[in-house]
């Protein structure tokens, strides 16, 4: 509270400024109906967009002569001369009918909106723009509802990881332009695989909860909407550059030809950015590319874009043990005794501290390539219909090596080693574990918008998808290495996964003031694996599933700009990969998950209001979830042959709680916006898994209620922005994350404590003669110097007395440290 207190006489506007708000709405020439979602310019900059009653605010305009552009899919941009005074400006603008369709068409169908009764959030270029330093696309979000982040490498580039409502990435659906980014094995998206992707963004909408139906896996927390579709119309060029703490570099370099005889377009980046991490050993280095070639007619867009990253990232993936953060050698004794860590490990490890690695071998490294190809057609099919149709292929490929020592030659399919009389059975060797992958496929989504009358608008959509997957081991050296030679591969299988859905959705508006959304989803899958994995484990698996999602909703408008609504939606998804490779025989096969996700709100949006005082944005809404699991595969402590956890099904769980957020801004030179999330997280009946002094699983007898895992019953988010003078724009972020528990027992010995970060930012921005922009910035994280982990694991079994012991290891996070950047516009 001090730090924004002190931050306010810095925030105060200035009565001297002359710039006054304008206000209007926009609607349908012909007939008068409101046009929401167009798109508001001002000097070619956006600046907001319309409501769902076609109003628009812009909260200041300086002095002087400029011009307010309107752009809206399906109808002619509108360009209008625009005085800049003191008083507020109120317009009615009229659009006609007969405009080139823009790149969101092909998106419109998987978005969200105020009559989908499902709560969202969507972030615009220009604020993922504020946002971006370089750090990864989990950490642009931290602002919205219900996120929590966290980073291997501890400073938000390389490997990180977002949750919302306490789903993992694996349960968050994330798109782009409608193609399917996770992982058709892990559920996964690997943003370490796409460095900079921000940089290439047009919009994009987090929704939570099931929200509307996707391509691809199942939303079964939130999902991630990203569009790179925009159509810029002028040529540009820009560059981007950051530098900071831990040698950490960001180079961007941005251009666009702009409309080429009036229909075509190509626009293009590069990117890299490299840190050596907070961690020890924990370096990234990331390359990236992005190029687009458009054409685009009044009724008809084609756009082949190309994307692909390149990562390689020292592994940093074992965290620390919990003893070298907290200085405990009592407890540092029993990771040495119980051989989690060797003497000369733990001796590296008090002297590294919270920064300590694990891995010392010089090239233990994870490196991969990912390459994306995309060909979108959106065509108009007369003035009430368009379709939006994509083929895709991302080919995967690449490799982690890792030194092992003292392995047995046996589990490399290697005979041992006999040396006259001595017969050698282990060597240290050092292997890659390989993925070579191809996911292809389809979608589609027929829309009917009708412009005279809105009170049906529909979607009839769909995708086909194939995942082809090789994975593999080779040994590429062995200190005694027997029959085996160079690339010497131990084991090989193959994944055949194919996945296709369809789906109807439409709102009707009943009444003036209701709306009724209804959604179906079928969806059909087919999962196959042939061959061994390490240890000649044999992984063969043949699975089908079919879901049925159902999904529901009314929106009542109370007044202008005053909406309660009430969802139900269906989720479902088969199991991951390792619930069925990691699987001991005997064990009961992994089932289905399934999800009733119940949400309901109210939201309050005034562009232009005097609440608050003259001239105020306001926007309030409140959320409830209960969200409710049948069969959800959580962890009991069973491990497999290896130690690695194994995920059991649960009969009963749920989650339920309440999404508050609020924006107020002041004419553009004061805001405050805020999310608290509040929530109950709970599995019902649920029966932990400990092992005896023999090893032998033993499951308790005592059903209870217990906490999901990694699953913080109050969330928040603050950020506190002010311009003080014309350019200069200061920011507070602040986030909080309560207490956490690193598996399902709900045990004060395996949790993650709770924490606050503060965060500050500052851009400055002049428009000089000879460019467009240059603009300065500043990312100051974790202001407070707080130390502080986000993430963790934890395992346990006896130790030599029997009793059960436990290990935990944690993620810490980086103190403070600052990204300072360059940015030109041309």
């Known amino acids: 509270?001090?730090?924004?207190?002190?931050?306010?006489?810095?925030?105060?506007?200035?009565?001297?400024?002359?710039?006054?708000?304008?206000?209007?709405?926009?609607?349908?020439?012909?007939?008068?109906?409101?046009?929401?979602?167009?798109?508001?310019?001002?000097?070619?900059?956006?600046?907001?967009?319309?409501?769902?009653?076609?109003?628009?605010?812009?909260?200041?305009?300086?002095?002087?002569?400029?011009?307010?552009?309107?752009?809206?899919?399906?109808?002619?941009?509108?360009?209008?001369?625009?005085?800049?005074?003191?008083?507020?400006?109120?317009?009615?603008?009229?659009?006609?009918?007969?405009?080139?369709?823009?790149?969101?068409?092909?998106?419109?169908?998987?978005?969200?909106?105020?009559?989908?009764?499902?709560?969202?959030?969507?972030?615009?270029?220009?604020?993922?723009?504020?946002?971006?330093?370089?750090?990864?696309?989990?950490?642009?979000?931290?602002q919205t509802p219900s996120v929590v982040v966290n980073s291997d490498a501890g400073a938000g580039v390389g490997y990180t990881d977002i949750r919302i409502r306490g789903t993992s990435n694996t349960g968050i659906n994330m798109t782009i332009n409608g193609v399917p980014l996770n992982d058709a094995e892990s559920h996964g998206s690997f943003l370490v695989n796409l460095p900079d992707l921000a940089s290439s963004i047009s919009s994009l909408q987090v929704q939570r909860g099931v929200g509307t139906s996707q391509n691809g896996g199942a939303a079964f927390g939130a999902s991630i909407n990203v569009s790179t579709l925009e159509n810029r119309t002028e040529a540009y060029g820009e560059t981007q550059n950051s530098a900071g703490s831990f040698n950490t570099w960001k180079n961007t370099v941005q251009f666009g030809t702009g409309l080429l005889?009036?229909?075509?377009?190509?626009?293009?980046?590069?990117?890299?950015?490299?840190?050596?991490?907070?961690?020890?050993?924990?370096?990234?280095?990331?390359?990236?590319?992005?190029?687009?070639?458009?054409?685009?007619?009044?009724?008809?867009?084609?756009?082949?874009?190309?994307?692909s990253g390149r990562e390689k990232t020292y592994q940093a993936w074992n965290g620390v043990p919990e003893p070298l953060i907290t200085g405990n050698?009592?407890?540092?004794?029993?990771?040495?005794?119980?051989?989690?860590?060797?003497?000369?490990?733990?001796?590296?490890?008090?002297?590294?501290?919270?920064?300590?690695?694990?891995?010392?071998?010089?090239?233990?490294?994870?490196?991969?390539?990912?390459?994306?190809y995309q060909l979108h057609l959106a065509q108009g099919l007369g003035p009430d219909w368009n379709i939006g149709a994509a083929l895709h292929l991302t080919r995967g490929f690449g490799y982690y090596e890792s030194y092992r020592a003292n392995r047995k030659l046996v589990d490399y399919n290697l005979p041992n080693v006999v040396i006259g009389s001595e017969t050698i059975k282990r060597t240290n060797l050092v292997d890659r574990k390989w993925l070579d992958n191809y996911f292809y496929g389809g979608t589609f989504a027929l829309n009917y918008q009708p412009r005279a009358n809105d009170?049906?608008?529909?979607?009839?959509?769909?995708?086909?998808?194939?995942?082809?997957?090789?994975?593999?081991?080779?040994?590429?050296?062995?200190?005694?290495?027997?029959?085996?030679?160079?690339?010497?591969?131990y084991y090989f299988n193959d994944a055949l996964k194919t996945d296709y859905n369809a789906y109807a959705r439409a709102t009707y508006l009943v009444l003036p003031q209701l709306s009724l959304y209804g959604d179906l989803q079928v969806r059909r899958i087919r999962y196959d694996i042939d061959g061994v994995e390490g240890q000649n484990r044999d992984v063969t698996t043949r699975e089908k599933y079919l879901f049925v999602n159902p999904k529901a909703g009314a929106t009542f408008t109370v007044a202008e700009g005053q909406q309660l609504y009430a969802s139900f939606a269906r989720g479902q998804r088969e199991p991951v990969r390792s619930d069925?490779?990691?699987?001991?025989?005997?064990?009961?096969?992994?089932?289905?998950?399934?999800?009733?996700?119940?949400?309901?709100?109210?939201?309050?949006?005034?562009?232009?209001?005097?609440?608050?005082?003259?001239?105020?944005?306001?926007?309030?809404?409140?959320?409830?979830?209960?969200?409710?699991?049948?069969?959800?595969?959580?962890?009991?402590?069973?491990?497999?042959?290896?130690?690695?956890?194994?995920?059991?099904?649960?009969?009963?769980?749920?989650?339920?709680?309440?999404?508050?957020?609020?924006?107020a801004g002041l004419n553009d030179k004061l805001s405050l916006s805020s999310t608290l999330t509040l929530s109950r997280n709970r599995i019902l009946g649920f029966?932990?898994?400990?092992?005896?002094?023999?090893?032998?699983?033993?499951?308790?007898?005592?059903?209870?209620?217990t906490t999901i895992s990694y699953s913080p019953s109050v969330v928040s988010a603050h950020t506190l922005e002010g311009q003080p003078v014309k350019g200069l724009r200061l920011a507070l972020l602040y986030k909080t994350v309560s207490e956490q528990f690193l598996d399902n027992t709900a045990s004060a010995a395996k949790r993650i404590a709770p924490y606050q970060v503060l965060d500050f930012r500052v851009r400055y921005s002049i428009r000089p003669v000879f460019v467009k922009e240059i603009e300065l910035g500043l990312l100051v994280n974790n202001v407070l110097n707080r130390e502080y982990v986000a993430n963790g694991y934890t395992y346990g079994y006896p130790g030599a007395d029997g009793r059960q012991q436990i290990f935990n290891f944690y993620f810490p996070q980086a103190t403070r440290n600052f990204l300072a950047s360059v940015g030109v516009k041309f």
């Not at 080779?474 to 160079?486: C, D, F, K, L, R």
């Not at 490779?581 to 309050?604: C, H, I, M, V």
């Not at 402590?637 to 059991?648: E, I, Q």
């Not at 029966?687 to 209620?705: G, H, K, L, M, S």
């Open 1 to 142: 509270m001090g730090s924004a207190a002190l931050a306010l006489p810095f925030l105060t506007p200035q009565a001297a400024w002359a710039q006054g708000p304008v206000a209007g709405t926009v609607t349908d020439a012909r007939t008068g109906t409101a046009l929401p979602g167009a798109t508001v310019l001002l000097d070619g900059a956006v600046v907001g967009a319309t409501d769902a009653t076609g109003a628009f605010a812009v909260p200041a305009v300086p002095a002087g002569a400029h011009e307010l552009r309107i752009t809206f899919l399906g109808y002619d941009a509108l360009r209008q001369p625009l005085q800049g005074q003191a008083a507020e400006q109120r317009l009615t603008l009229g659009l006609r009918s007969g405009g080139i369709l823009t790149g969101e068409a092909l998106v419109t169908a998987s978005r969200a909106n105020d009559r989908t009764a499902t709560a969202y959030t969507n972030v615009s270029k220009e604020e993922l723009a504020r946002r971006n330093f370089g750090q990864d696309i989990p950490y642009l979000l931290d």
């Open 261 to 307: 005889g009036r229909h075509f377009t190509v626009d293009g980046r590069l990117s890299r950015i490299a840190t050596d991490g907070y961690m020890n050993r924990a370096a990234s280095d990331l390359k990236s590319y992005y190029l687009s070639a458009g054409f685009q007619a009044k009724n008809t867009l084609v756009k082949f874009i190309t994307f």
């Open 329 to 372: 050698r009592q407890l540092l004794q029993q990771f040495i005794d119980n051989g989690e860590l060797s003497e000369a490990d733990a001796a590296r490890g008090l002297q590294e501290g919270r920064r300590y690695s694990y891995y010392t071998y010089d090239n233990q490294t994870d490196n991969y390539q990912q390459n994306h």
């Open 455 to 489: 009170k049906l608008q529909a979607t009839l959509g769909g995708a086909w998808n194939q995942f082809t997957n090789d994975h593999y081991g080779e040994v590429i050296w062995a200190q005694y290495a027997s029959t085996g030679n160079i690339r010497h591969r």
């Open 580 to 663: 069925f490779t990691d699987r001991p025989a005997g064990q009961p096969k992994a089932r289905a998950e399934r999800l009733n996700d119940f949400e309901g709100g109210y939201r309050l949006n005034r562009p232009n209001t005097d609440l608050l005082g003259p001239n105020t944005a306001l926007h309030l809404e409140a959320n409830y979830f209960y969200m409710q699991y049948r069969n959800q595969l959580v962890a009991t402590g069973r491990l497999d042959s290896v130690g690695n956890a194994l995920r059991t099904n649960v009969d009963r769980s749920y989650r339920t709680g309440v999404e508050l957020t609020g924006f």
């Open 687 to 705: 029966r932990e898994v400990i092992y005896n002094a023999d090893y032998e699983p033993v499951q308790a007898t005592e059903a209870r209620t």
